[in-house]
């Protein structure tokens, strides 16, 4: 599986972005995809999972109520909907494709996409 994310961006403090990532396979029904972030200086954290069916989602608490994952299965394509954002918030984002039960571990995703960049002015 290769994934490629898209939609970071430049924006201010209360605004929003979406993130895509775009998955190559067929296959990408059967993984559960996750999104993390890694600031500067800063280890790489998760941010929020949804699992195969669409129907159940995870988040880290710094993001709940603000940032919401979903999927397309029929375009291959994982979303991040991020609004009311923080300064805080700037990172890379990575999108992440995995069969494990551990959503929020890393370690847990086999296949990783590029990054994109996300930065949020005061």
């Known amino acids: 599986v290769q994934l490629q994310a898209s939609g970071g961006g430049l924006v201010l403090a209360g605004g929003s972005l979406r993130l895509s990532c775009a998955a190559s396979g067929r296959t990408f029904s059967s993984y559960i995809m996750g999104w993390f972030r890694q600031a500067p200086e800063k280890e790489r954290e998760f941010v929020a999972a949804i699992r195969r069916g669409s129907s159940i989602s995870y988040y880290a608490d710094s993001v709940k109520d603000r940032f919401t994952i979903s999927r397309d299965n029929a375009k291959n394509t994982v979303y991040l909907q991020m609004i009311s954002l923080k300064p805080e918030d700037t990172a890379v984002y990575y999108c992440?494709?995995?069969?494990?039960?551990?959503?929020?571990?890393?370690?847990?995703?086999?296949?990783w996409g590029q990054g994109t960049q996300v930065t949020v002015s005061s």
């Open positions: 992440a494709a995995g069969t494990s039960v551990y959503y929020s571990d890393q370690r847990a995703y086999d296949y």
